[in-house]
């Protein structure tokens, strides 16, 4: 489709990549479930230490990554529901750390 406004492109490529990423989500989750707790939902891949993804992607979308990237990916990456994910964050976080700083009582 030829666009006249190149604003009007971008935008259009960007929603274009968002749906692209959503569907590739969401076809690889089918028949998985929680590494810990089993859920079949809202389950996402997870930085094994509990960071950022892309910085083990070198800032790229995972669900842009070529499938041969994207399987090393999954080499290191647990896969939790939101709700363990959540959790695993908050216990992974430099509690001591951050009292340390003074950032926490
Ligand atoms: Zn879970």
Redo the contacts with the bound molecule.
């Keep these: 489709m030829p666009f006249k406004d190149p604003q009007r492109k971008r935008a259009y490529e960007r929603e274009f990549q968002r749906e692209w990423h959503a569907r590739r989500k969401r076809e690889f989750f089918v028949g998985m479930v ?6 079949e939902e809202d389950l996402e891949l997870c930085h094994p230490t509990g960071g950022r993804l892309r910085d083990l992607t070198g800032g790229i979308n995972p669900w842009s990554l070529s499938k041969e990237k994207f399987e090393d990916l999954l080499t290191v990456t647990a896969i ?6 959540r959790r695993k964050v908050w216990l992974q976080h430099d509690w001591e750390g951050l009292r340390k700083a003074g950032v926490v009582e």
């Excluded at 929680?34 to 859920?39: K, L």
């Excluded at 939790?80 to 994910?85: H, S, V």
């Design positions: 929680c590494e810990q707790c089993g859920a939790y529901c939101a709700a363990c994910k």
